[in-house]
Antibody
Framework: QLQLQESGPGLLTPSETLSLTCTVS??????????WGWIRQPPGKGLEWIAN???????YYKPSLKSRATISIDTSRNKFSLKMSSVTAADTALYYC??????????????WGQGTLVTVSS | EIVLTQSPGTLSLSPGERATLSCRAS???????LAWYQQKPGQAPRLLIY???SRATGIPDRFSGSGSRTDFTLTISRLEPEDFAVYYC?????????FGQGTKVEIK
């Protein structure tokens, strides 16, 4: 089973750029079986999909976040990353990375990291 | 973007009872692309059901999913103490993914 681990700064000030990395173990990001994705969850609230990427470079974004979010993948280091510019308090959330199952065009989020809390505060 | 609306917001039941959770989509969703997740406090979500009715690895058969087009259901046949949690539905369509707002199943 794949294991995912998020990392990144826990505290940002408004207008800064959020940068998160997901390290994958137990398998390669260079697989056609999965997309690699980011989901967030504000404290006490529900899940919000942010973006997915395929190792070949195809990217997919939540329309309302597309202007601020950039997802990328580093196949040589078996990691993928998320950058989000101009953060505000509304971006405070637990950020998860996850696999997205492409087999059979199912597109479910199969494996999840434990999440990393990002707080935006002045 | 397809909006998923889950109901009820909270379900208060006793262990051993049957739980029926609803997920309604604003547009038709392919049956292949509807999933359900369970989330317990302090934990990441866990995939329960994919493709509307297929159980993920290790999920007990008291969990079942059904539905089509815009109406989908997650049923827990007999609630065990460990089933009290928040449940989310999720869909894929037109290169975007969305989640419902969640249903909390609490102990009555």
């Amino acid at each position: 089973q794949l294991q995912l681990q998020e990392s990144g700064p826990g505290l940002l000030t408004p207008s800064e750029t959020l940068s998160l990395t997901c390290t994958v173990s137990g398998g390669s990001v260079s697989t056609s079986d999965y997309y690699w994705g980011w989901i967030r969850q504000p404290p006490g609230k529900g899940l919000e999909w942010i973006a997915n990427i395929f190792y070949g470079g195809n990217t997919y974004y939540k329309p309302s976040l597309k202007s601020r979010a950039t997802i990328s993948i580093d196949t040589s280091r078996n990691k993928f990353s998320l950058k989000m510019s101009s953060v505000t308090a509304a971006d405070t959330a637990l950020y998860y990375c996850a696999t997205v199952n492409r087999r059979g065009a199912v597109y479910s989020f199969d494996d999840w990291g434990q999440g990393t809390l990002v707080t935006v505060s002045s | 973007e397809i909006v998923l609306t889950q109901s009820p917001g909270t379900l208060s039941l006793s262990p051993g009872e049957r739980a029926t959770l609803s997920c309604r989509a604003s547009q038709s969703v392919s049956s292949s692309n509807l999933a359900w997740y369970q989330q317990k406090p302090g934990q990441a979500p866990r995939l329960l059901i994919y493709s509307t009715s297929s159980r993920a690895t290790g999920i007990p058969d008291r969990f079942s999913g059904s539905g089509s087009r815009t109406d989908f259901t997650l049923t827990i046949s007999r609630l065990e103490p460990e089933d009290f949690a928040v449940y989310y539905c999720q869909q894929y369509g037109s290169s975007t993914w969305t989640f419902g707002q969640g249903t909390k199943v609490e102990i009555k």
